[in-house]
């Protein structure tokens, strides 16, 4: 396997490390084996956490307003590849990359997929884009796209669908996720049941093309770039559609889709029970869709869809397996930096939740005691893991710290020189 960054420098950033991770990670293992519970178990765990990178999230995001491009910026997918290389190389919890269409359309899907497996990476859901017109398209999806009230768009937006299948054959991917912009700014601008009605014509004639071992994911949004009303807001309607659909339509949760304060957890209690849970987007946000790196405003929320995700582990057993991708956009970081974060935070969570005594929680439950129920998240939540995942990636080949040996080994700095900016790359916009 091609390694990004030196394998030397992975080492000699661990070595100087290894024995206060070693202290550490002794001490909280004496600490949880009194609580009865296993270090090792609980590593060997974490040694099995792995979250999709979105192929997107490694270049500078953007607001409405500007966008401040990085020093050394991919600037084609191939690029893009081998930033998503140094998170996983680093971290060992990124093996898959999540592609978007037409923006990474390689020139040769088979040269990608060789480059992707030299660099031991796989390919995970591929995404249609269908919220932007594209340079020399057909028909505008200024009015919508798998809802326009034009047959013609519509049509042309489910054919870029079976097209992102296609490519996602080529390249060893099993999902397509499906999230559209459509919806109305003014009311009355939509018949609201007409327009979901359009959907679900264009959703079938998509899930007809889907092959058999692979799955539709359909990712609701309260609203953006609608103002008025998205025709697939909330996992309701989601669930309706993939109710419609069939057994290879699920509904993928982006955790910054929902109105503020709303019960993010419950949504994917629900969804688990009646068997449509198909993945998320993992960020955090404070108002909207902030795409802000995972866990930076509210980790106890992750902890409790982790939680929640636990629980269903236990009930459904092997059956249960939700793709989990992050989604987020960087304007004052490093991408590299924060998607390790955000790969990091998603990992503790899931930890986190394995740390729960559900047999303590159960009998809490039982017996009506609120507070020793709250507790007893409270207690997994407040464990700090962090020698656990530190401990985890140094046993599967990554590094201790890994923003202190991505900035140690000089990899953007290299990037900068490597990848000049493209003419005219200050644009502004969201890219
Ligand atoms: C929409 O806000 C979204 O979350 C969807 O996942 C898109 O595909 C992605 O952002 C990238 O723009
Ligand atoms: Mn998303
Ligand atoms: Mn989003």
């Not at 070595?15 to 001490?27: G, N, P, S, T």
């Not at 290299?414 to 005219?424: E, L, M, N, T, Y």
Request: glycine fraction near 8%; charged fraction near 20%; aromatic fraction near 8%.
């Amino acid at each position: 396997m091609d390694h990004i960054i030196d394998a030397g420098q992975v080492e000699q950033h661990n070595a100087a490390r290894r024995a206060a991770l070693q202290a550490d990670y002794d001490a909280l293992g004496g600490m949880l084996s009194r609580r009865g519970v296993d270090i090792e178990a609980l590593t060997a765990k974490a040694q099995t956490f792995a979250v999709a990178v979105p192929s997107w999230g490694v270049g500078t995001g953007g607001t409405r307003f500007a966008r401040f491009p990085g020093r050394g910026e991919p600037r084609d997918v191939t690029e893009k590849l081998q930033d998503c290389a140094v998170i996983h190389q680093l971290t060992r919890a990124t093996p898959t990359v999540s592609l978007h269409f037409p923006w990474d359309r390689p020139a040769d899907p088979k040269a990608l997929r060789e480059q992707a497996d030299a660099l031991g990476l796989g390919f995970d859901a591929v995404n249609s884009n269908t919220f932007q017109d594209q340079p020399g398209q057909a028909h505008t999806y200024k009015f919508g796209s798998l809802t326009a009230q034009s047959q013609a768009a519509r049509e042309q937006a489910v054919a870029h669908n079976i097209d992102c299948i296609e490519l996602g054959k080529t390249l060893g991917s099993r999902g397509l996720t499906v999230w559209v912009g459509d919806g109305a700014n003014f009311p009355g601008q939509h018949n609201l049941r007409g327009a979901l009605e359009r959907y679900i014509d264009s959703a079938r004639a998509i899930y007809a093309a889907l092959p058999a071992d692979w799955l539709m994911y359909i990712e609701h949004k309260l609203f953006e770039p609608a103002f008025y009303c998205s025709t697939i807001a909330d996992w309701g309607t989601s669930f309706a559609v993939a109710q419609l659909l069939g057994d290879k339509a699920k509904c993928l949760v982006d955790l910054g889709h929902h109105a503020p304060n709303t019960n993010i957890e419950m949504i994917v209690a629900r969804l688990a029970q009646f068997g449509k849970l198909g993945g998320f987007h993992f960020n955090d946000s404070k108002y909207g869709d902030d795409d802000l790196d995972s866990g930076s405003i509210d980790p106890f929320q992750l902890f409790l869809v982790f939680n929640e995700l636990a629980d269903a582990a236990l009930r459904d057993g092997a059956a249960f397996k939700p793709a989990y991708m992050l989604d987020q956009s960087h304007n004052v970081t490093d991408p590299i930096e924060s998607l390790m974060s955000s790969a990091v935070e998603v990992q503790r969570a899931f930890v986190q939740a394995a740390l729960v005594d559900r047999a303590a929680l159960a009998g809490h439950q039982e017996a009506n005691d609120a507070l020793q129920a709250a507790q007893t998240l409270k207690h997994a939540f407040r464990t700090d893991v962090s020698p656990i995942l530190a401990m985890a990636r140094l046993r599967s080949g990554g590094a201790i710290d890994p923003v202190a040996a991505y900035r140690a080994s000089g990899w953007r700095e290299q990037a900068a020189v490597k990848r000049p900016p493209k003419a005219g790359a200050s644009g502004s916009g969201i890219v």
